[in-house]
């Protein structure tokens, strides 16, 4: 429905910018500049949101949302505090399943076999295995830096050292903190600092290789520094996997997002290109939280 | 010396006699008051340890007069009532040693399996119904146990071993282990049911299953309060009494082997408390060198634990 938005050139957009909205780009321009925008229009959609409602209890969180995530991008969903960012991310992985009372609606598609994830038919273990997750606060496990990212392996049966010390150390390095910790693997993952732990639990998620990884606000809990190493990374990663990202923070999703989706109360509101959204929102209200004249 | 204080003393503002300060006076004594009493609520069970290790190590301290604490730790044999008395701990230690470790057996595993039941995998109305039952296994005074153990427990046993007396350190140990079970598996649930949520939402978001997470993650999480658990545990075993006491026999015996019947320190303890041995005879005041070990037994447990709990204690 909104993604028609998407395909309109990038330079009529900036003419038609605001002063305060154009303010807040500065981030997303700088990657523009490198060329980053560009190859947006050609990513083909590596899962569909499809009608879908949610409801905890009689509680009905998300209502009737239709959004696609292209494939090898990154979208962003933004929207003020408890309009259901966190509740949309965590049906992609089912980890609604966890709790009594929840209750989905509608489909979220994953292309290419086009399983439905949320039909009762599918194992929700299935889909974990599909879609790796990082959340707010770093969570490694009470286990060494190595076994923290041996873990996703090792519950899949995979027992041979050699394989796994490979695995491992690809991880690590895809998650930029190889060189950090590889003199002492063997060392409790919680001696790391946040933002370190916070890329160990990124390596924990690329060393099975997901189709799908969601951050649900993931530089909340971290400082500056850490913060821009992780959205570095997310930058990498847009290249090997598809990215949906939960933030709060306008810069950073004009910063690292190809797609970005407006939510509120429940509802998605506009969904378009980061570099339609952020420099010419379709609606009032988008560009009011944009420019945080609200939220 | 002087200087510093006196320097400080004149730089404070200048006392305001008024009425704020005779309540303050007031407020300050009730404080001092309830802190006091407080105080002394705590001195309560400090005294009486004292008072208990006092007891203890003054008796002994006669006992080992009269008998030389090489011979008491290594003679094996304990016969205190014989007209050729030998005070060799070791049997009683033995004896002991062996209930604890089948009580151990029986309650470990079975305590944590049900602790990773509670914690993990029960639905809330399914807890509910189980904790209380386990609460009441708890509260069920042991010399019930004991008679459990004597009158199911070993005729049972001696269905599957023939030839086994009616006393035996293996009834005794699988009983006192289910009488622990309750201890055991609450301390284990407390810790486990603390490991916070995320953390499992990790492993779950990995792909994990629930039992991969309860014992991947969650135990690993909760080791230092699993451990507490066991060392409570065992000093309970060890320190358990009335159901040796009333199914183990009331013989001490230099073995570990738990088909056969045996004392243990605590048993040996209440079958002289309650026996009319005259006070001040070396025969009583071997209950107070045997307590002693006793005590210095689980002294030494809760150190372990407390050593462990430091060393495995988890920041979430
Ligand atoms: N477990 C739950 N039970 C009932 N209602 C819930 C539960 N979790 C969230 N909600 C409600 O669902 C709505 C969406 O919550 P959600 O956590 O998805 O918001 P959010 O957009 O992620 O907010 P934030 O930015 O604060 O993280 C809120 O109204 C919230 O109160
Ligand atoms: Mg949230």
Same mark, same amino acid.
């Given at each position: ?9 990038s ?9 305060q ?11 523009r500049?490198?060329g +980053?925008?560009a ?12 009608d ?6 009689d ?5 009737s949302?239709?959004?696609? +995530? !292209? ?22 992985n ?15 598609r994953? !292309?290419?076999?086009?399983?439905n ?20 606060k770093p ?6 830096i190595?076994?923290? +990212?041996?873990?996703g392996?090792?519950?899949?049966g ?9 695995r491992v150390?690809?991880?690590? @390095?895809?998650?930029a903190?190889?060189?950090? +910790?590889? !003199? ?6 919680t ?5 370190q @732990? @916070? ?5 924990r998620?690329?060393?099975t290789?997901p ?6 606000e993931?530089?909340s809990a971290?400082?500056?520094i ?9 930058h ?7 990215i ?7 810069? @950073?999703?004009?910063r690292v997002s190809?797609?970005?989706?407006y ?6 509101m ?17 560009e009011?939280y ?6 | 010396m ?7 003393? &004149?730089?404070?503002?200048?006392l ?9 006076? $007031?407020?300050?004594f009730?404080e ?6 407080l105080?002394g ?11 208990i290790?006092?007891?203890? %190590?003054?008796? /002994?301290y006669?006992?080992f007069?009269? %008998?030389?604490?090489w ?12 007209a ?25 595993? *079975? =305590?944590?399996t ?11 109305a %399914? ?8 609460? $009441?296994?708890g509260g ?7 008679y ?8 049972m ?7 086994? /007396? ?10 006192? =282990? ?5 201890y055991v /598996?609450?301390? &284990?649930?407390?810790?486990?049911? &603390? %490991?916070?949520m995320?953390?499992?939402? =990790?492993s ?9 997470t ?9 080791l230092?309060g ?10 309970r075993?060890?320190g ?6 009333v199914?183990?026999?009331?013989q ?7 088909l056969? /019947? ?12 309650l026996?009319?041995?005259p ?5 009583y005041?071997?209950?107070f060198?045997?307590?002693l ?7 030494? *447990? ?6 462990l709990?430091?060393r ?5």
């Amino acid at each position: 429905m909104v993604s028609s938005t998407t395909m309109r050139m990038s330079d009529q957009r900036e003419d038609q910018a605001t002063p305060q909205a154009l303010s807040n780009t500065a981030g997303f321009r700088s990657l523009r500049s490198h060329g +980053v925008v560009a190859r947006v229009e050609t990513a083909p959609v590596k899962a569909a949101v499809e009608d879908f409602s949610f409801y905890y209890g009689d509680f009905k969180a998300l209502k009737s949302i239709s959004l696609p +995530v !292209h494939e090898k991008r990154v979208t962003a969903l933004i929207g003020p505090s408890g309009c259901g960012k966190s509740t949309l991310l965590r049906a992609f992985n089912r980890m609604h399943d966890l709790y009594p009372g929840n209750r989905y609606e509608g489909a979220i598609r994953l !292309h290419p076999d086009n399983t439905n994830l949320l039909s009762p038919g599918v194992d929700p273990i299935e889909v974990r295995m599909r879609i790796g997750m990082v959340f707010q606060k770093p969570n490694p496990f009470p286990k060494s830096i190595y076994e923290n +990212v041996a873990y996703g392996l090792r519950i899949r049966g995979e027992g041979n050292r050699s394989v796994l010390d490979d695995r491992v150390k690809e991880a690590l @390095q895809g998650a930029a903190l190889w060189s950090e +910790v590889e !003199h002492r693997l063997h060392d409790p993952a919680t001696a790391l600092s946040g933002g370190q @732990q @916070q890329r160990l639990c990124i390596a924990r998620c690329l060393a099975t290789n997901p189709e799908v990884l969601l951050f649900d606000e993931p530089t909340s809990a971290l400082d500056p520094i850490a913060t821009a190493s992780i959205e570095d990374l997310i930058h990498e990663l847009r290249d090997k996997v598809t990215i949906l990202i939960v933030t709060h923070n306008m810069q @950073q999703a004009a910063r690292v997002s190809d797609y970005t989706a407006y939510m509120y109360l429940g509802e998605l509101m506009e969904f378009g290109e980061t570099s339609q959204i952020f420099v010419n929102p379709t609606r009032k209200e988008t560009e009011d939280y944009i420019t945080g004249r609200f939220g | 010396m002087n200087t510093p204080s006196s320097a400080s003393a &004149a730089s404070l503002p200048p006392l305001v006699v008024s009425d704020r300060l005779a309540k303050k006076a $007031l407020r300050h004594f009730k404080e001092r008051f309830i802190e006091m009493l407080l105080f002394g609520a705590a001195s309560v069970s400090v005294l009486t340890t004292v008072g208990i290790i006092w007891v203890l %190590v003054s008796e /002994s301290y006669h006992f080992f007069e009269t %008998v030389p604490l090489w011979s008491f730790l290594t003679d094996t044999m304990w016969t205190p009532l014989f007209a050729d008395p030998h005070y060799g701990i070791l049997p009683l230690l033995a004896g002991t040693l062996t209930t604890s470790l089948v009580a151990l057996i029986v309650a470990i595993p *079975l =305590g944590t399996t049900i602790a990773i039941y509670l914690s993990e995998f029960a639905r809330p109305a %399914v807890r509910e119904i189980v904790k209380p039952f386990l609460e $009441l296994l708890g509260g069920i005074p042991t010399i019930v146990y004991g008679y459990f153990a004597l009158t199911v427990v070993i005729p049972m046993l001696q269905l599957l071993i023939p030839g086994l /007396s009616g006393f035996n350190m293996l009834g005794a140990g699988i009983v006192m =282990g289910i009488a622990i079970i309750p201890y055991v /598996s609450s301390l &284990a649930e407390d810790a486990m049911r &603390a %490991v916070p949520m995320n953390m499992r939402e =990790g492993s779950y978001a990995m792909g994990g299953t629930k039992l991969q997470t309860a014992l991947r993650v969650v135990m690993p999480a909760a080791l230092s309060g699993i451990l507490s658990a066991y060392i409570l545990g065992i000093s309970r075993a060890v320190g358990e009494t009335m159901i040796v006491a009333v199914a183990a026999g009331m013989q001490p015996n230099f073995t570990l082997n738990p088909l056969e /019947s045996a004392q243990t320190i605590s048993a040996y303890i209440v079958q002289v408390a309650l026996g009319d041995l005259p006070h001040g005879s070396i025969g009583y005041q071997s209950i107070f060198a045997a307590g002693l070990s006793l005590m210095l037994m689980t002294l030494s *447990l809760n150190l372990v634990g407390h050593v462990l709990r430091r060393r495995y204690r988890e920041a979430y």
